[in-house]
Protein backbone atom coordinates (compact mmCIF):
# COMPACT_ATOMS: atom_id res chain seq x y z
CA UNK A 1 0.00 0.00 0.00
CA UNK A 2 2.91 2.62 0.95
CA UNK A 3 4.13 2.00 -2.53
CA UNK A 4 1.07 2.88 -4.06
CA UNK A 5 0.32 5.92 -2.01
CA UNK A 6 3.96 7.06 -3.35
CA UNK A 7 2.69 6.42 -6.78
CA UNK A 8 -0.85 8.66 -6.53
CA UNK A 9 1.31 11.59 -4.70
CA UNK A 10 3.75 11.66 -7.28
CA UNK A 11 1.21 11.70 -9.91
CA UNK A 12 -0.96 14.45 -8.04
CA UNK A 13 1.73 16.57 -7.91
CA UNK A 14 2.46 16.12 -11.98
CA UNK A 15 -0.99 16.73 -12.85
CA UNK A 16 -2.59 19.85 -14.56
CA UNK A 17 -5.92 18.81 -13.50
CA UNK A 18 -7.08 15.48 -11.67
CA UNK A 19 -10.04 13.35 -12.12
CA UNK A 20 -11.22 11.42 -8.86
CA UNK A 21 -13.86 8.77 -10.48
CA UNK A 22 -16.76 7.33 -8.15
CA UNK A 23 -19.04 4.86 -8.96
CA UNK A 24 -22.50 5.98 -10.01
CA UNK A 25 -23.97 3.15 -8.09
CA UNK A 26 -22.27 3.92 -4.62
CA UNK A 27 -21.29 7.87 -4.85
CA UNK A 28 -20.56 8.52 -1.43
CA UNK A 29 -18.90 4.89 -0.51
CA UNK A 30 -16.77 5.65 -3.24
CA UNK A 31 -15.62 9.39 -2.36
CA UNK A 32 -11.66 8.72 -1.74
CA UNK A 33 -11.39 11.86 1.53
CA UNK A 34 -7.57 11.16 1.48
CA UNK A 35 -6.67 11.61 -2.42
CA UNK A 36 -9.53 14.43 -2.53
CA UNK A 37 -7.48 16.10 -0.10
CA UNK A 38 -4.53 15.79 -0.88
CA UNK A 39 -5.52 17.10 -4.84
CA UNK A 40 -6.66 20.43 -2.79
CA UNK A 41 -3.18 20.69 -0.77
CA UNK A 42 -1.61 20.57 -4.29
CA UNK A 43 -4.07 22.98 -5.55
CA UNK A 44 -5.18 20.70 -8.28
CA UNK A 45 -8.11 21.62 -10.57
CA UNK A 46 -10.61 18.23 -8.98
CA UNK A 47 -13.65 16.93 -11.55
CA UNK A 48 -15.40 14.43 -9.73
CA UNK A 49 -15.95 11.73 -12.62
CA UNK A 50 -19.59 9.66 -12.22
CA UNK A 51 -18.54 6.77 -13.49
CA UNK A 52 -20.48 3.57 -14.84
CA UNK A 53 -23.58 5.96 -15.26
CA UNK A 54 -25.58 3.38 -17.74
CA UNK A 55 -25.86 0.86 -14.87
CA UNK A 56 -28.71 3.60 -13.04
CA UNK A 57 -31.11 6.23 -13.92
CA UNK A 58 -29.05 9.38 -13.97
CA UNK A 59 -32.03 11.82 -13.30
CA UNK A 60 -31.12 10.21 -9.31
CA UNK A 61 -28.05 12.05 -9.63
CA UNK A 62 -29.00 15.03 -10.15
CA UNK A 63 -28.63 15.99 -6.51
CA UNK A 64 -24.64 15.22 -6.74
CA UNK A 65 -24.60 18.22 -9.07
CA UNK A 66 -25.18 20.39 -5.88
CA UNK A 67 -22.43 19.04 -3.83
CA UNK A 68 -19.42 18.07 -5.81
CA UNK A 69 -18.14 20.97 -8.14
CA UNK A 70 -17.45 20.45 -10.24
CA UNK A 71 -18.57 16.57 -11.38
CA UNK A 72 -19.58 14.96 -15.15
CA UNK A 73 -21.78 12.05 -15.40
CA UNK A 74 -19.78 9.30 -17.51
CA UNK A 75 -19.70 5.48 -19.21
CA UNK A 76 -16.76 4.16 -20.20
CA UNK A 77 -19.20 1.49 -22.14
CA UNK A 78 -21.99 3.91 -23.80
CA UNK A 79 -19.46 6.80 -24.34
CA UNK A 80 -21.67 9.29 -22.42
CA UNK A 81 -20.34 12.68 -21.16
CA UNK A 82 -16.71 11.48 -22.72
CA UNK A 83 -16.49 15.05 -24.97
CA UNK A 84 -17.87 16.73 -21.97
CA UNK A 85 -15.39 15.55 -19.99
CA UNK A 86 -13.12 16.68 -22.39
CA UNK A 87 -14.53 20.23 -22.66
CA UNK A 88 -14.21 20.69 -18.86
CA UNK A 89 -10.72 19.40 -18.77
CA UNK A 90 -9.67 22.09 -21.18
CA UNK A 91 -12.24 24.60 -18.95
CA UNK A 92 -10.55 23.68 -15.70
CA UNK A 93 -6.99 23.79 -17.00
CA UNK A 94 -7.53 27.32 -19.07
CA UNK A 95 -9.07 28.64 -15.51
CA UNK A 96 -5.76 27.28 -13.81
CA UNK A 97 -3.91 29.47 -15.98
CA UNK A 98 -2.28 26.08 -17.38
CA UNK A 99 -1.07 26.85 -21.25
CA UNK A 100 0.62 23.79 -22.38
CA UNK A 101 0.80 21.72 -25.59
CA UNK A 102 -0.29 18.71 -23.55
CA UNK A 103 -2.08 18.97 -20.47
CA UNK A 104 -1.03 16.15 -18.04
CA UNK A 105 -4.42 14.41 -16.43
CA UNK A 106 -3.91 12.15 -13.45
CA UNK A 107 -6.80 10.10 -12.85
CA UNK A 108 -7.31 8.68 -8.96
CA UNK A 109 -10.17 6.46 -7.07
CA UNK A 110 -10.76 3.01 -5.25
CA UNK A 111 -10.04 -0.25 -7.39
CA UNK A 112 -12.73 -1.06 -9.76
CA UNK A 113 -14.29 2.17 -10.23
CA UNK A 114 -13.43 2.95 -13.62
CA UNK A 115 -10.21 4.31 -14.05
CA UNK A 116 -8.46 2.03 -16.90
CA UNK A 117 -11.59 1.71 -18.96
CA UNK A 118 -12.50 5.70 -18.78
CA UNK A 119 -8.72 5.78 -20.28
CA UNK A 120 -9.55 3.82 -22.97
CA UNK A 121 -12.73 5.27 -23.66
CA UNK A 122 -11.16 8.47 -23.05
CA UNK A 123 -8.30 7.95 -25.97
CA UNK A 124 -10.32 5.71 -28.17
CA UNK A 125 -7.64 2.92 -27.79
CA UNK A 126 -7.35 -0.42 -25.71
CA UNK A 127 -3.74 1.00 -23.41
CA UNK A 128 -4.96 0.49 -20.29
CA UNK A 129 -5.81 -3.04 -19.51
CA UNK A 130 -9.41 -3.68 -17.39
CA UNK A 131 -11.11 -6.58 -15.74
CA UNK A 132 -14.06 -6.52 -13.91
CA UNK A 133 -11.73 -7.56 -10.58
CA UNK A 134 -9.96 -5.60 -8.29
CA UNK A 135 -6.45 -4.19 -8.36
CA UNK A 136 -5.59 -4.94 -12.06
CA UNK A 137 -3.27 -1.60 -12.41
CA UNK A 138 -0.16 -1.75 -10.00
CA UNK A 139 1.40 1.04 -11.22
CA UNK A 140 0.77 4.24 -13.35
CA UNK A 141 0.31 4.05 -16.88
CA UNK A 142 0.68 7.32 -19.32
CA UNK A 143 -1.85 7.45 -22.10
CA UNK A 144 -1.90 9.95 -24.48
CA UNK A 145 -4.86 10.84 -26.28
CA UNK A 146 -3.18 13.08 -29.52
CA UNK A 147 -6.31 13.76 -31.13
CA UNK A 148 -7.55 16.32 -28.16
CA UNK A 149 -3.85 16.44 -26.77
CA UNK A 150 -4.69 15.17 -23.16
CA UNK A 151 -2.24 12.56 -21.49
CA UNK A 152 -4.02 10.41 -19.16
CA UNK A 153 -2.41 8.86 -16.13
CA UNK A 154 -3.89 5.80 -15.20
CA UNK A 155 -3.35 5.07 -11.15
CA UNK A 156 -3.36 1.97 -8.79
CA UNK A 157 -6.84 2.35 -7.00
CA UNK A 158 -5.87 3.18 -3.31
CA UNK A 159 -7.88 2.30 -0.19
CA UNK A 160 -8.10 5.58 1.80
CA UNK A 161 -5.82 5.04 5.31
CA UNK A 162 -8.50 5.15 7.96
CA UNK A 163 -10.44 1.82 6.26
CA UNK A 164 -7.46 -0.38 5.57
CA UNK A 165 -7.78 -2.12 9.40
CA UNK A 166 -11.46 -0.82 9.85
CA UNK A 167 -13.91 -4.02 10.37
CA UNK A 168 -16.67 -2.61 8.64
CA UNK A 169 -14.53 -1.37 5.49
CA UNK A 170 -14.50 -5.01 4.29
CA UNK A 171 -18.12 -5.12 3.75
CA UNK A 172 -17.96 -1.82 1.62
CA UNK A 173 -15.07 -2.95 -0.11
CA UNK A 174 -16.53 -5.78 -1.26
CA UNK A 175 -19.78 -4.22 -2.34
CA UNK A 176 -18.03 -1.46 -4.02
CA UNK A 177 -15.48 -3.72 -6.00
CA UNK A 178 -12.54 -2.59 -3.91
CA UNK A 179 -11.97 -6.54 -3.02
CA UNK A 180 -13.17 -8.94 -5.57
CA UNK A 181 -16.15 -11.68 -5.22
CA UNK A 182 -13.18 -14.06 -5.02
CA UNK A 183 -11.27 -12.84 -1.88
CA UNK A 184 -14.33 -12.35 -0.07
CA UNK A 185 -14.59 -15.00 2.64
CA UNK A 186 -18.65 -14.35 3.83
CA UNK A 187 -20.11 -13.36 0.33
CA UNK A 188 -23.38 -13.89 2.31
CA UNK A 189 -23.26 -10.84 4.61
CA UNK A 190 -22.23 -8.35 1.63
CA UNK A 191 -25.21 -9.61 -0.42
CA UNK A 192 -27.41 -9.18 2.72
CA UNK A 193 -26.11 -5.67 3.13
CA UNK A 194 -26.57 -4.79 -0.65
CA UNK A 195 -30.35 -5.99 -0.30
CA UNK A 196 -30.53 -3.92 2.95
CA UNK A 197 -28.78 -1.15 0.80
CA UNK A 198 -30.98 -1.52 -2.46
CA UNK A 199 -34.54 -3.05 -1.57
CA UNK A 200 -36.54 -5.63 -4.59
CA UNK A 201 -33.39 -4.94 -6.86
CA UNK A 202 -31.61 -8.22 -7.05
CA UNK A 203 -35.09 -9.78 -6.38
CA UNK A 204 -36.16 -8.09 -9.27
CA UNK A 205 -33.17 -8.66 -11.57
CA UNK A 206 -34.26 -12.42 -10.62
CA UNK A 207 -38.02 -12.40 -10.50
CA UNK A 208 -38.27 -13.55 -7.32
CA UNK A 209 -41.13 -11.98 -4.47
CA UNK A 210 -39.39 -9.73 -1.27
CA UNK A 211 -39.47 -12.08 1.51
CA UNK A 212 -39.38 -10.78 5.25
CA UNK A 213 -36.37 -12.70 5.86
CA UNK A 214 -33.76 -12.09 2.85
CA UNK A 215 -31.98 -15.02 3.36
CA UNK A 216 -35.20 -16.73 2.87
CA UNK A 217 -35.14 -14.76 -0.73
CA UNK A 218 -31.54 -16.03 -1.34
CA UNK A 219 -33.04 -19.70 -0.83
CA UNK A 220 -35.18 -18.53 -3.62
CA UNK A 221 -32.53 -17.57 -5.61
CA UNK A 222 -30.76 -20.58 -5.30
CA UNK A 223 -33.44 -22.87 -6.25
CA UNK A 224 -34.26 -20.82 -9.46
CA UNK A 225 -30.66 -21.10 -9.97
CA UNK A 226 -29.95 -24.36 -9.61
CA UNK A 227 -27.32 -24.05 -6.53
CA UNK A 228 -28.09 -26.65 -4.14
CA UNK A 229 -26.63 -28.98 -1.89
CA UNK A 230 -27.54 -32.55 -1.13
CA UNK A 231 -31.10 -33.01 -0.02
CA UNK A 232 -31.77 -30.41 -2.39
CA UNK A 233 -30.73 -27.83 0.24
CA UNK A 234 -29.92 -24.12 -1.22
CA UNK A 235 -26.64 -23.64 -1.44
CA UNK A 236 -26.78 -20.19 0.14
CA UNK A 237 -22.62 -19.39 -0.17
CA UNK A 238 -21.99 -20.53 -3.63
CA UNK A 239 -25.50 -18.15 -5.28
CA UNK A 240 -24.21 -15.63 -2.97
CA UNK A 241 -20.60 -15.37 -4.83
CA UNK A 242 -22.48 -15.51 -7.96
CA UNK A 243 -24.57 -12.76 -7.23
CA UNK A 244 -21.65 -10.13 -5.65
CA UNK A 245 -19.75 -11.55 -8.82
CA UNK A 246 -23.05 -9.97 -11.05
CA UNK A 247 -22.61 -7.36 -8.94
CA UNK A 248 -19.22 -6.02 -8.82
CA UNK A 249 -19.18 -6.97 -12.76
CA UNK A 250 -22.60 -4.53 -13.71
CA UNK A 251 -24.79 -7.47 -14.24
CA UNK A 252 -27.51 -6.86 -11.51
CA UNK A 253 -29.18 -2.85 -11.85
Not at 58 to 83: A, E, I
Not at 118 to 129: D, E, F, H, I, Y
Not at 179 to 207: C, F, Q, S, T, W
Request: one cysteine or more; aromatic letters at 6%; a positive charge.
Amino acid sequence: MGKFWTIVSRVIKASDVALLLLDARMIQETRNLDIEKQIREQNVPLIYTITKCDLVNTKSLDQWRQVLHPCVFVSSKTYQGMNLLKQRIFGEATRAGIKKPKIFVGIFGYPNVGKSSLVNAMTGRSCAKTSNLAGVTRAKKNVTSFASGITFVDTPGIIPLQEKDANFSKLKHAIIGAIDYRAEKEPDLVILALMDAHPGLIERNYGVSIQKDPEETLSLIANKSGFLLKRNKPDIKRVSVMLLKKWQAGEIR
